[in-house]
């Protein structure tokens, strides 16, 4: 079933250790997105890539890093994990054509 | 900037009753609109969407009209059901913002039988 794969399901992380959500589609998007999911915010962008090899910061990266090495995967590193990075991570994907975004399935992130 | 408001939840309705959401943009432009839902430990799924003003865009007895003079994407249904119960957002993507997605604060929906 073609979409979007995210990985782990969940995951409580110590304060200080390194952690990278793993995010793999496979219709051939061009663009891919993470967001962070808090109640009461909505969805705010962290980072995004419009084609493979290149990325871009979005509403709040800090703390964040992406990589785009090919156009299936776009991992999502947290360098050194901090309480206020608990959230639910979301992967998404679009054929650049602003006909919508292909969700997948979240990573539920607790630091503590 | 780019914006989305929605009308603040949570929304408990009964069953068979009419459904509005409340969804206002700001935008540069002529932005893509969009209604995605979520449903409990799901992701988003998008659920309609309209690409210029006066479409209209329908899906499982949802429907929104894309209101360019009042800059709004109401979400309506005429008769919800418990299987409705869910989080909804209101998004858009700007002409100019390279295909970003701007969401609204999400509504939750409870449906009561």
């Known amino acids: 079933i073609a979409g979007i794969t995210q990985a782990p399901t969940s995951q409580i992380l110590a304060a200080g250790r390194r952690m990278t959500l793993r995010c793999t589609q496979d219709m051939r998007h061009n663009a891919m997105y993470w967001y962070r999911q808090d109640l009461g915010l909505g969805l705010r962008l962290i980072h995004y890539s419009n084609t493979a090899g290149t990325t871009g910061k979005g509403e709040v990266p800090d703390g964040y890093s992406v990589s785009r090495a090919n156009t299936d995967d776009f991992p999502l590193t947290l360098a050194s994990a901090v309480p206020s990075q608990t959230s639910v991570y979301f992967c998404?994907?679009?054929?650049?054509?602003?006909?919508?975004?292909?969700f997948g399935s979240g990573t539920r992130l607790t630091v503590v | 900037g780019n914006s989305v408001t929605q009308m603040e939840g949570p929304v408990t309705l009964s069953e068979e009753a009419f459904l509005t959401i409340n969804c206002t943009y700001t935008a540069t432009g002529y932005p893509s609109l969009f209604w995605y839902v979520q449903y409990p430990g799901e992701g988003l799924q998008l659920l309609l969407k309209a690409t210029k003003a006066d479409d209209k865009g329908s899906n499982k007895g949802f429907e929104a009209t894309y209101r360019k003079e009042t800059t709004s994407f109401h979400l309506e249904k005429g008769s919800v059901q418990v299987s409705d119960s869910a989080v909804y957002f209101c998004?858009?993507?700007?002409?100019?913002?390279?295909?970003?997605?701007?969401f609204g604060q999400g509504t939750t929906l409870q449906v009561k039988p």
């Open positions: 998404a994907s679009s054929p650049g054509d602003r006909g919508g975004y292909t």
């Open positions: 998004a858009l993507i700007s002409s100019g913002n390279t295909g970003k997605l701007i």
